[in-house]
């Protein structure tokens, strides 16, 4: 079964510490994965895809296919990373996407 | 890139009443989809919008009940018919773009009574 798991619901760190949000998949074949962030009061947005090997905002995600992970990382927290963040994927271009149930980044000072 | 509008933003229904959800893309798009997420859970697709042809439901959903509409490349309807109090959600407008890939609307805020 396609799946995407998410297994925080809420993750609080202090800023400056790193931050990881877990996600792990299940798919038979070969997904493109992606993290979309929600931020308080806005529409859900893309923040990375694995095929753009790229860093956004100080975040980066590896695709681990022997894990069959996708975990969001960066090395210092910012109070403005505070947001929920979804872990989806698709198993073709052009359709739909599966979600993770999300995780909810909380950043203290 | 293009952005996807959706109206209303919020609506309080009555139960056995219908609501129409509409989705307007500032571009022409292939693909647009329409997404619930009940309150505290994911997203959940509902179906595909097919452009001139009958929507691509998911297990669980039924046209009856969520009946859609896309006459063109930029513009997509989502009915929720005869509605009860566990039809409260948000519901999402989505659609595909090329290069960016799947981006969201705003999304609209239902409560049924």
């Known amino acids: 079964a396609q799946r995407v798991t998410q297994p925080e619901k809420l993750l609080s760190v202090f800023k400056g510490a790193p931050v990881e949000l877990k996600c792990n998949y299940s798919?038979?074949?070969?997904?493109?994965l992606f993290w979309y962030v929600q931020y308080s009061r806005q529409r859900l947005q893309l923040l990375l895809r694995h095929i753009s090997r790229e860093s956004i905002k100080g975040f980066t995600a590896d695709l681990n296919k022997g894990e069959t992970s996708f975990h969001l990382k960066k090395p210092f927290a910012q109070e403005e990373d505070s947001a929920m963040y979804y872990c989806a994927l698709t198993g073709q271009a052009g359709t739909a996407l599966i979600f993770g149930k999300g995780t909810t980044l909380s950043v203290s000072s | 890139s293009a952005v996807i509008s959706q109206k209303p933003s919020r609506d309080i229904c009555q139960r056995g009443t219908s609501l129409t959800i509409q989705c307007q893309v500032d571009s022409q798009v292939t693909m647009m989809f329409w997404y619930r997420q009940q309150p505290g859970q994911s997203l959940t697709l509902i179906a595909t919008?097919?452009?001139?042809?009958?929507?691509?439901?998911e297990s669980g959903f039924v046209i009856d009940k969520f009946p859609i509409s896309r006459p063109n490349l930029t513009f997509s309807t989502l009915t929720v018919s005869n509605m009860s109090p566990e039809d409260s959600s948000i519901y999402l407008c989505?659609?595909?773009?090329?290069?960016?890939?799947?981006?969201f609307g705003p999304g609209t805020r239902l409560t049924v009574l």
């Open positions: 989505s659609a595909i773009d090329p290069g960016p890939g799947q981006f």
């Open positions: 919008a097919n452009q001139g042809s009958e929507a691509t439901y």
């Open positions: 798919y038979s074949g070969s997904p493109e």
